[in-house]
Structures are given as C-alpha cells and as structure tokens.
C-alpha cells in the first residue's frame, strides 16, 4: 500500500515525539487521551494516506494505537531493535528523541511494516487477562522473595496472606481465560 505521509513516533510515558515526513516537522505533544484525540483530529483533517509508525514500548504506546485503531489511521508497532538496526545501517549513530522520531518515520518509508489490526472484543479481554496474569505471577514472585528475606513473624505473616491473595486471583482469571476462550472459537484456534 502506498502512503503520502508517513508519521514516525517516540513514545515515552510522557509524552510522545511525532515527526511527519511530508511536511519534515516534529512536534512534541502529551501522551494522554485528550492530546492524542486532538492531534489525531488534525491528521484526519488533512485526509492524507497516512501511516503511523512506532515503537513497541511494553505499553506506552497503547493510548496512540488504540485511538489510531479507532479513527481507522493505518499503524504499525515495530519491535525497538529492528529500528535501532536500520538507524546504524543508515549511519545514525546519534540518539535523542527528535531524531528517533524521524528514523522511525524513515523506517516506514523504507520498509514495509506490519499493520496493526483493531482486536475483536474477545482478543482484547484476553490480551488484558493475559496480560494481569503476568502481573500476578511477578507479585507472587516478589512477594515470596520477601518471604525469604523477612526474619519477622508478623511481616511473614503478612506476605503468606497477600501471596494468598494473588494465588485466589490468579485462579480468577484463569476461570476469565477460559470462559473468553470457550466463547469464542477463533480464539481457542489460535
């Protein structure tokens, strides 16, 4: 598919650093719902074939992506090395947020990335499901190194209910998991 604009983002917790390849401008705005609406409304305006392109941050991207989703703006996450590899086969050695932007852009041009899809609703309940399940075996984890550290019966005491707690809520979700898997045939198959 070819695009007329490729928009190339630095997402931070933050903020997000946005280059356009059309016009060569980078802007800096909020990575909060109202930020992104709004910037996303001045891209639609222009009603330009446009991709936005960005890096897997293990979450931070997820505000964009879901609005870009939403507002049917093409998008695609890349995994950070794939970009850092292609910044030093172009000889960008240098690294800051502007420019990360605009390689990222670059990288969009260049090569052809994987769009993102919108999830049915059963993929997302089961990507955050998924997802809370992690949560908890990480506290279960570090709620037992605890344990091991704690010479306090009282303290212990404490840790043996909170991991408790986590183990109850961990065969919740496991239940959810199930239950979403069950009502949707696709999903099993995948």
């Known amino acids: 598919m070819k ?4 928009i190339g983002v630095d997402v931070a917790k933050n903020k997000l650093d946005i280059y356009n390849s059309k016009t ?4 800096v705005i909020d ?5 992104i609406a709004f910037f996303l409304c001045e891209l639609k305006r222009g ?3 446009t991709l936005v392109v960005m890096e897997a941050t293990g979450g931070y991207e997820h505000l964009l992506v879901e609005q870009l989703l ?9 995994n950070p090395l794939q970009i850092r590899n292609f910044a030093k086969g172009c000889g960008m050695i240098e690294k800051n947020d502007k420019l990360d932007a605009r390689i990222i852009a670059r990288f969009g041009e260049v090569v052809t990335p994987k769009l993102r899809e919108k ?3 059963s993929e997302a309940k089961l990507k955050s499901l998924v997802h809370r399940r992690d949560q908890i075996l990480s ?12 010479p306090d019966e009282e303290t212990k005491t404490m840790i043996h209910h909170a991991i408790h707690f986590y183990k109850a809520q961990i065969r919740t979700v496991d239940q959810r998991i199930s239950q979403v898997l069950e009502e949707c045939a696709e999903l099993t198959a995948k």
């Open 3 to 6: 695009y007329n604009r490729i």
């Open 24 to 27: 060569q401008q980078h802007q």
């Open 31 to 35: 990575n909060s719902p109202a930020a």
């Open 47 to 49: 009603r330009t074939r």
């Open 70 to 78: 939403d507002k049917s703006i093409d998008c695609s996450v890349v």
């Open 119 to 121: 999830p049915s609703d």
């Open 139 to 150: 506290q279960i984890s570090a709620e037992r190194n605890r344990l091991q550290q704690t």
